[in-house]
């Protein structure tokens, strides 16, 4: 039926449904508050501040499921892989709209997802990344853009399955907390199920389009790039200022260009190191906005429905910048565009210390930090293909992310213990810092 269609194209499409999926880690911003409003109902001491903890959890989560998704790509192949992380996926919010106390919720929606969605995460780039090997960025930039498309759409979906009169959050705790009435939060666990069936039809959308090459599949010429490094070849697209291997290769090292052959080599290099203290300290300013816009916002806007389009817009910019993030690196390579994220990334930090009580402001901040997160995804996910190559790029890739990982954790800890005593404001110049740090180590 698609045979007109060329098979890096199928791919490239099939990304774009698998990853609109996938980027609904990115949701939790937006639900948080029902599911909290939900959960307290069983657990009056629980509070936003313990439930925020689940998005830089769900990262480390995701990075487990990339080892796996390394290995089991080498002894099923790519289409099977996926079927797998695709039944975690939507398995996960079907089971969790069952679910009333907080810790058991972590496991069944915030691990199953996660661990799935690492499973497929990098796999789904592997089919494109073969058929276009001069355009991973572009190919990364295009399929990740429905990191943002998804949850852009889904936000809203949750927002009129679970508070279509946009009623205001009623409940006060005694921490001073506002949290939505049972007449609100008690649609959560219907909410649940319709994202987990909608889930489940985008996956089977996906997983009938994509066109894996052979040297993907079970037994291919590569199996998974395993035995053969896929050639790099110097062309001028990729003479570009990426953070790039020695250029006399070490005993472990291909004479292809930048393909390490042995991880431990390139663990130790300045470059991998770089990356991941690079990563640390940048990523932790987008993602905490992600996580918890609505947190901050409900502080001088107390209008659900104002929230949500907000963080939707800015979700809607992660994803779709990501189209000119990838093409933009191709061309200029990784070191400009990181410049360009970071001071894009500063601003933004300086909009919330100074002005984030109005409503147009705080708007443009929450568009432009989820922007900086898709450049994050975009480019640290392509450089690592560039710099240690095609072989272990899932492996390398995954200790980069332990950094990363690291970093969002770690803001979401402050936040709770350290961001009550010093205020916003302060709390925005430690962004401001890091971000600062990062791009001195550029």
Known sequence: MLSWVSP????????????????????????SLYVTSYLRQYDSDLTMNDTAILLPLGFAFNVCGYPLSHALVQ???????????????????????FVTNFYVFVFTYTATFNLGQGLVFLTALLSAWEYYPHQKST?????????????????????????????APSVQSEGGEKYFSADVADRVPAMLRYLGLMWLVTGIIGISILKVPKSLQKGGR????????????????????????????????SHIR????????????????????????????????????????EDYFDNDAFLTTVGSFGLLSNGLSRCLWGPSQDKWGFKKVYWTTLGLQGAMCLLFI?????????????????????AHFTIFTSETGKVFGVKYSIIFYVFISLGLSGGTLLALVLNKYVRPVIGYSA????????????????
């Not at 890096?8 to 639900?31: E, H, K, P």
């Not at 990364?140 to 498309?149: A, H, V």
């Not at 852009?152 to 009169?165: G, K, S």
């Not at 070849?233 to 250029?247: K, Q």
Request: proline content about 4%.
């Open 258 to 297: 930048n393909e390490c052959l042995d991880v431990r080599d390139g663990l130790s290099t300045t470059q991998f190191k770089l990356l991941t203290l690079m990563g640390f300290c940048s990523l932790m300013l987008p993602y905490y906005i992600i996580d918890v816009y609505k947190n901050i916002g």
């Open 8 to 31: 890096g194209a199928r791919s490239r499409v099939a990304g774009v449904l698998f990853y609109t999926v996938m980027g609904c880690n990115y949701l939790w911003g937006g639900i």
């Open 427 to 442: 709390f925005f110049w430690m962004f401001f810092v890091l971000t600062c740090c990062s791009a001195c180590l550029l």
């Open 139 to 167: 190919s990364t930039g295009i399929m990740t853009m429905g990191y943002g498309i998804g949850p852009f759409a889904y936000n809203f979906v949750c927002l009129a399955l679970v508070n279509p009169e946009n009623h």
């Open 222 to 253: 590569h199996e998974h790039i395993q035995d053969l490094p896929t050639p790099i070849e110097d062309t001028e697209e990729d003479e570009d200022d990426s953070i790039t291997l020695e250029a006399t290769p070490s005993p472990n090292q």
């Open 354 to 374: 100074f002005l984030r009580q109005d409503a147009v402001i705080f708007t443009i901040a929450v568009i432009g930090a989820c922007a900086c997160d898709g």
């Open 75 to 97: 002894k099923l192949g790519v289409k099977k892989s996926i079927i797998i992380g695709w039944v975690c996926i939507t398995s996960s919010a079907f089971i969790s709209s």
